[in-house]
C-alpha cells in the first residue's frame, strides 16, 4: 500500500504516521474477516483544503478527463473513490481526531475491499461519470436500488470498524 501526504501541515503528521504504521495490518485484519481481496490501494493524507482537491484529481484521471465534478465531496473524515490502478482512499487529518485514525482506515478498507465485488466498482464509475456531467447514470429505480447497496455497504463498514481495536 502506498501512502502520501498532499498539503499536510506539520501538526497532522501524526496522523500521517499512524497511517503509514497501520495500512497493512488493517488490510490483512479486513481481507481475513470479509474473506476478500482488496486490491491496489493508494492513501492521500491531507488537510481540509485538499481532501476536495485530491478526491477530484483522481476523478479526473480515471475519467481521461479535465472536467469538474457538479458535486463538492461532502465534509467526512475519509473517503474512498477509485483511482485508474484500483482504489484511493482519500483521509482529511485536519479532520479526523488522531484517536479515530485507526477505525478511519479500516471504515474505507472495507470500501476498497467492497469495490471488488461484481458490478460495484462500475456502478461507482457510473455515480462519477454522471457528476461530472458525462453521462447520465440511471432513472429514478435504480437510483434508489443504488442507494440501497451503498447504505448496505456503509452499514457493513461501520460494523467492521471493531477491528481498528486490534491494531498495533
Same mark, same amino acid.
Given at each position: 500500500m502506498q501512502?502520501?501526504?498532499?498539503?499536510?501541515?506539520?501538526?497532522y503528521?501524526?496522523?500521517?504516521a499512524?497511517?503509514?504504521a497501520?495500512?497493512?495490518?488493517?488490510?490483512r485484519?479486513?481481507?481475513?474477516?470479509?474473506?476478500?481481496?482488496i486490491?491496489?490501494?493508494?492513501?492521500?493524507?491531507?488537510?481540509?483544503r485538499?481532501?476536495?482537491d485530491?478526491?477530484l484529481?483522481?476523478?479526473?484521471?480515471?475519467?481521461g478527463?479535465?472536467?469538474?465534478?457538479?458535486?463538492?465531496?461532502?465534509?467526512?473524515?475519509?473517503?474512498?473513490t477509485?483511482?485508474?490502478?484500483?482504489?484511493?482512499?482519500v483521509?482529511?487529518?485536519?479532520?479526523?481526531?488522531?484517536?479515530?485514525?485507526?477505525?478511519t482506515?479500516?471504515?474505507?478498507?472495507v470500501?476498497? &475491499? !467492497?469495490?471488488?465485488?461484481?458490478? =460495484?466498482r462500475d456502478?461507482?464509475?457510473?455515480? %462519477? /461519470?454522471?457528476?461530472?456531467?458525462?453521462e *447520465?447514470?440511471?432513472?429514478?429505480?435504480? &437510483? !434508489?436500488l443504488e442507494?440501497?447497496? =451503498?447504505?448496505?455497504?456503509?452499514?457493513e463498514? %461501520? /460494523?467492521?470498524?471493531?477491528?481498528a481495536? *486490534?491494531?498495533?
Amino acid at each position: 500500500m502506498q501512502v502520501t501526504a498532499y498539503k499536510l501541515g506539520a501538526q497532522y503528521r501524526p496522523g500521517l504516521a499512524r497511517v503509514e504504521a497501520i495500512v497493512d495490518q488493517a488490510a490483512r485484519l479486513v481481507q481475513n474477516k470479509l474473506g476478500e481481496r482488496i486490491g491496489h490501494v493508494e492513501f492521500v493524507v491531507t488537510d481540509t483544503r485538499g481532501y476536495g482537491d485530491s478526491i477530484l484529481a483522481a476523478e479526473q484521471r480515471v475519467l481521461g478527463t479535465r472536467t469538474r465534478s457538479r458535486y463538492a465531496p461532502p465534509p467526512s473524515l475519509a473517503r474512498t473513490t477509485l483511482s485508474p490502478s484500483g482504489t484511493l482512499i482519500v483521509i482529511d487529518a485536519q479532520a479526523t481526531p488522531n484517536h479515530e485514525v485507526d477505525t478511519t482506515v479500516v471504515h474505507e478498507l472495507v470500501h476498497a &475491499a !467492497q469495490f471488488g465485488r461484481p458490478g =460495484v466498482r462500475d456502478a461507482v464509475l457510473a455515480g %462519477i /461519470r454522471n457528476n461530472h456531467g458525462i453521462e *447520465k447514470a440511471g432513472g429514478w429505480l435504480k &437510483a !434508489q436500488l443504488e442507494n440501497r447497496k =451503498v447504505d448496505a455497504h456503509e452499514r457493513e463498514a %461501520i /460494523r467492521l470498524e471493531a477491528l481498528a481495536r *486490534k491494531l498495533r
